[in-house]
C-alpha cells in the first residue's frame, strides 16, 4: 500500500522567513502526491497536487512543493511565510488497492502544524 | 466556487444510538468518500462510494457503518449504534471522473460527532 509520512509534527517559523514542511512517500508504480491545508474547525482545502512533469510544483496561496523521486521526499515550501499561513498541513498519496484498483482514494500523513510567528 | 456542504456541523449523541451525517456533493461529482479525523490524530479514509455502491472500504467501516445516496444529491453516512470511539470529525469529500487519479478531492467542514 501507499504511504506517506510527515516527520515533524510541528514547524515554526518567523513571519516573512522561508518555510519548509516535510513529507516522504513510500508507493509503487508512479506517485500522485497532494497537500491539503486545513484551518481550525475547517475542512481540508486543496493546495497542490504532483502527478508528473515538473519537479517543481506551484499552488495556491503562494505555496509550492518540490518532488525529489531520488529522495521520495514532497516538500511544501513558501519564500515568505505569513502568520495568516499558520495551520495544520497534510501531504497526501492517491493510493490503488490490489482488490479494488484504483478509487481515487487518498492517504493522508499524520499533518504537521505550522505556526508562524510575527 | 462550487462546494461540498454537511450537516450537522456538531452533533452529541449517547452511546449505542444511532446517528446520520449528511453530505450534499458538488453537483457534477460523480465519486465520494467519507474520512474521518480523531481529535489530534490523522486523517483516515472510511470508504468511497461510486455508481450507487461502494468501492472501496476500510477496516474501520465494519457493520455499524453505512452509506446511501437515497436521492441522487445527499450523501449519508449512517452510524447504526454509536461507541465512545466513533467521537470523531466525519469530512465528506466528492470529486469529478476527469482523468483517472489525477483529481482533487473536494472536502466538506465536516461534521463533529461526540458520543457519550
Known amino acids: 500500500a501507499q504511504s506517506v509520512a510527515q516527520p515533524e509534527d510541528q514547524v515554526n517559523v518567523a513571519e516573512g522567513n522561508p518555510l519548509t514542511v516535510k513529507c516522504t512517500y513510500s508507493?509503487?508504480?508512479?506517485?500522485?502526491l497532494f497537500w491539503y491545508v486545513q484551518y481550525p474547525n475547517r475542512g481540508l482545502q486543496f493546495l497542490l497536487k504532483?502527478?508528473?512533469?515538473?519537479?517543481l510544483v506551484k499552488g495556491s496561496y503562494g505555496f509550492e512543493a518540490e518532488f525529489n523521486k531520488s529522495q521520495t521526499s514532497f516538500h511544501l515550501k513558501k519564500p515568505s511565510a505569513l502568520v495568516s499561513d499558520s495551520a495544520l498541513y497534510f501531504c497526501?498519496?492517491?493510493?490503488?488497492?490490489?482488490?479494488?484498483?484504483?478509487?481515487?482514494?487518498?492517504?493522508f500523513g499524520q499533518g504537521t502544524t505550522l505556526q508562524v510567528k510575527p | 466556487e462550487p462546494e461540498v456542504t454537511q450537516t450537522p456541523s456538531h452533533q452529541v449523541t449517547q452511546m449505542g444510538q444511532e446517528v446520520i451525517l449528511r453530505c450534499v456533493p458538488i453537483?457534477?461529482?460523480?465519486?465520494f468518500y467519507w474520512y474521518r479525523q480523531i481529535l489530534g490524530q490523522k486523517v483516515e479514509f472510511l470508504v468511497s462510494?461510486?455508481?450507487?455502491?461502494?468501492?472501496?472500504k476500510s477496516e474501520i467501516f465494519d457493520d455499524q457503518f453505512s452509506v446511501e445516496r437515497p436521492d441522487g444529491s445527499n450523501f449519508t453516512l449512517k452510524i447504526r449504534s454509536t461507541k465512545l470511539e466513533d467521537s470523531a470529525m466525519y469530512f465528506c469529500?466528492?470529486?469529478?471522473?476527469?482523468?483517472?487519479?489525477?483529481?482533487?478531492?473536494?472536502f466538506g467542514a465536516g461534521s463533529r460527532l461526540t458520543v457519550l
Open positions: 462510494f461510486y455508481n450507487n455502491e461502494i468501492s472501496e
Open positions: 453537483s457534477n461529482h460523480l465519486y
Open positions: 508507493v509503487s508504480g508512479n506517485p500522485y
Open positions: 504532483y502527478i508528473t512533469g515538473d519537479n
Open positions: 469529500a466528492s470529486r469529478d471522473r476527469g482523468t483517472s487519479g489525477a483529481n482533487v478531492l473536494t
Open positions: 497526501a498519496v492517491r493510493d490503488v488497492s490490489l482488490r479494488s484498483g484504483n478509487t481515487g482514494k487518498l492517504i
